[in-house]
């Protein structure tokens, strides 16, 4: 999967996010992101048997973490076509509303840990209600690998996406 090009549609999903109620909280966000996700990513953008979800729950046991990522873009497992849970992993996402550079940097910390534990190749952070993308506090290591997004709401409507 072209990562660039994935990266390209997920801007696109952010800049159609509009309506002021979806910038009150991450989880009304997460679940219009999903819906934009779904409407600018084409499916034959994505590698066969590959969806755009919602993750739910991380186990210890079958997934090496409990760290819970907003949304993925995975090919579920299937021991049929995959060795293990770590196969067929192409972007996680995080979401935070309006957070600082020491939430961000928690959440690069996990992010980082995720690509590490499933084998994603790539990861985004979206700072919901935002100008700031805390980009400046990502670590080097994680520096190609994350690409930090900002999305903000102005009061006569126009949204503003900044992408470091």
Same mark, same amino acid.
């Given at each position: ?8 549609? *997920? ?33 034959? *953008? ?7 979800? %919602? ?68 990861? *985004? ?32 409507? %126009? ?6």
């Amino acid at each position: 999967m072209e990562t660039e090009k994935l990266l390209g549609h *997920v801007e696109a999903a952010l800049a159609g996010i509009k309506h002021p109620a979806f910038f009150e909280d991450e989880r009304s966000f997460q679940g219009e992101l999903l819906v934009m996700l779904r409407k600018t990513i084409p499916d034959h *953008v994505l590698p066969e048997g590959a969806v755009i979800q %919602q993750e739910y729950q991380k186990r210890l046991a079958t997934h090496g973490l409990r760290i819970r990522p907003d949304i993925i873009i995975h090919a579920p497992y299937d021991p049929s076509r995959h060795g293990g849970r770590d196969e067929g992993n192409f972007l996680v996402i995080a979401l935070k509303r309006q957070a600082s550079a020491a939430k961000a940097a928690e959440d690069f910390t996990s992010l980082g840990r995720m690509m590490d534990v499933l084998n994603y190749p790539a990861g *985004v952070f979206i700072n919901i209600a935002s100008l700031k993308t805390h980009a400046e506090v990502l670590p080097p290591e994680l520096k190609d690998r994350i690409t930090c997004f900002a999305i903000s709401r102005g009061d006569e409507g %126009q949204i503003t996406i900044r992408r470091d």
